[in-house]
């Protein structure tokens, strides 16, 4: 088994920056895509950022030039730079993470808990 645990979310005043970060544990051979998804009330949940081993990144427009994502391959985990924040970006942001535990599996996706990120105008 799996688990995501996200950290670094909070209450941060427009124009302010947060760093949410995702550890991955558990039966890990290796991680494929990692990536952030959020959810607003009344909104599906959206992909904001995603990243491929090899460090090929993906943006939702935007938040592209404001927000950015890397990753630890070593440390298992995904991080992601908001910067400019703003109310909009307010929502649960959770990780996802597509993982081999074993080196002749398929990967499997699992998903956090999710951290609240909320932007005050």
């Known amino acids: 088994q799996v688990q995501l645990v996200e950290s670094g979310g909070g209450l941060v005043q427009a124009g302010g920056s947060l760093r949410l970060s995702c550890a991955a544990s558990?039966?890990?051979?290796?991680?494929?895509?990692m990536g952030w998804y959020r959810q607003a009330p009344g909104i599906q949940r959206e992909l904001v950022a995603t990243?491929?081993?090899?460090?090929?990144?993906n943006y939702k427009d935007s938040v592209k030039g404001r927000f950015t994502i890397s990753r630890d391959n070593a440390k298992n985990t995904v991080y992601l730079q908001m910067n400019s924040l703003k109310p909009e970006d307010t929502a649960h942001y959770v990780c996802?993470?597509?993982?081999?535990?074993?080196?002749?599996?398929?990967?499997?996706?699992?998903w956090g808990q999710g951290t609240q990120v909320t932007v005050s105008s």
């Open positions: 558990g039966s890990i051979a290796s991680i494929n895509s």
């Open positions: 990243i491929t081993r090899g460090g090929t990144t």
């Open positions: 996802s993470a597509d993982v081999k535990s074993s080196p002749w599996g398929s990967a499997k996706g699992y």
